[in-house]
């Protein structure tokens, strides 16, 4: 069950991890800046890909979201842990516990996530321009182990938990949901074949075709499910057109990118509630997995994203949830190596 696998809180500091130069309005004070020698691999390169690490995050935390906007990433959330696991320090007055962030239109949004133990509907929306946060439309579905994918103007929502009926435990989701940036309203999609929490997602670019991975069952489970969501036709593609085999490798709270026609799902928690330094690939073509260079140290509940053609894997938890990292490890595709800054931006609102 969702509370018993993975308990933890988030907290609500939010950072930026900028993979270009930083814009001078970005509040850059006290900020490292360095240049990493990314290596540079081709999207049909069979050879190991090269883990380099970017500039680490302020705060070291799990359980973070992140999402690219402008050339940068934003990170979102998460908590950090003191004294080997002894508790968690909570670094502002509004606690999250696994919420998504969606990029659509220049404008970030933090949406779902956990107040305590109960799991809510309110999304925040973050202009890049204006360097702020506003509230926006609440989401149908009060959820936490989702995840959301931004398409054009739209943020797709897939999964999750909340509670069950009369208050008697969790359910794990099948809810998909999306929401219109423009127009900030929300409507409901077909729901997942598969309910599942602690998962992750991410879009081929050019078929809009949202790969939904891994996560929990409602017994606790690790799966290596893998389902895809057409996004233009927002229907799920069932009969067998779109190769995706299960990964190799069952696990939730992964991190997972799609950089060309490869999607890397990187560390994450096993069945035994183990944290994994585990790095599959899949080719999108074929549908097949492979084996490829594990992170440097074994991650859970860690963050994935896809910025400026570098795949990157975001904080997480170490040494069985007992602490949590600060550390940023990427792999550059077809693109130049790039400074790399990080620096905190405002809290969400409370």
């Not at 883990?51 to 990433?73: E, F, K």
């Not at 509004?94 to 962030?101: I, T």
């Not at 989701?173 to 929401?179: A, D, Q, T, W, Y």
């Not at 423009?182 to 078929?207: D, Q, Y």
Request: net charge negative; aromatic share 6%.
């Amino acid at each position: 069950m969702p509370r018993s696998s993975l308990a933890v809180h988030l907290c609500v500091c939010v950072l930026l991890l900028c993979a270009n130069v930083l814009p001078r309005d970005s509040l850059a004070m006290g900020a490292r800046v360095l240049q990493p020698s990314l290596a540079n691999v081709a999207d049909d390169d069979n050879d190991p890909i090269v883990w380099d690490d970017l500039a680490d995050l302020t705060t070291p935390r799990d359980m973070a979201s992140a999402a690219c906007a402008g050339g940068a990433i934003y990170v979102v959330g998460g908590q950090t842990r003191t004294d080997e696991g002894a508790g968690s320090d909570i670094l502002n007055s509004v606690p999250q516990l696994n919420g998504a962030l969606c990029s659509a239109l220049g404008t970030v949004f933090a949406i779902g996530g956990a107040d305590g133990w109960e799991p809510n509907d309110e999304v925040q929306k973050f202009s890049v321009e204006n360097n702020w946060w506003d509230e926006t439309t609440s989401m149908p579905t009060a959820r936490y182990g989702h995840a959301a994918v931004g398409v054009d103007n739209f943020c797709f929502v897939f999964g999750g938990a909340a509670p069950a009926p009369e208050g008697k435990g969790e359910v794990v989701l099948s809810e998909v949901e999306v929401m219109d940036a423009l127009k900030e309203t929300w409507g409901a999609l077909p729901p997942m074949p598969t309910p599942r929490w602690g998962i992750s997602a991410a879009v081929e670019s050019k078929s809009k075709r949202i790969y939904v991975v891994g996560g929990f069952d409602q017994l606790g489970r690790a799966l290596g499910t893998v389902e895809v969501f057409d996004a233009s036709s927002r229907t799920w593609v069932l009969d067998g057109t779109v190769p995706a085999q299960i990964m190799p490798t069952p696990r939730g709270a992964l991190a997972v990118g799609i950089v060309g026609l490869r999607m890397f799902a990187a560390g994450g928690i096993d069945a035994s509630r183990k944290e994994l330094s585990t790095v599959e690939v899949m080719n999108l073509s074929s549908g097949n997995w492979s084996d490829d260079t594990p992170l440097p140290a074994p991650r859970g509940a860690c963050a994935g994203v896809v910025c400026n053609g570098a795949f990157a894997v975001i904080g997480g938890s170490e040494n069985a949830g007992t602490q949590t990292s600060d550390s940023v490890y990427a792999v550059q595709v077809n693109k130049p190596a790039t400074t790399n800054t990080t620096t905190t931006m405002p809290p969400l609102s409370a």
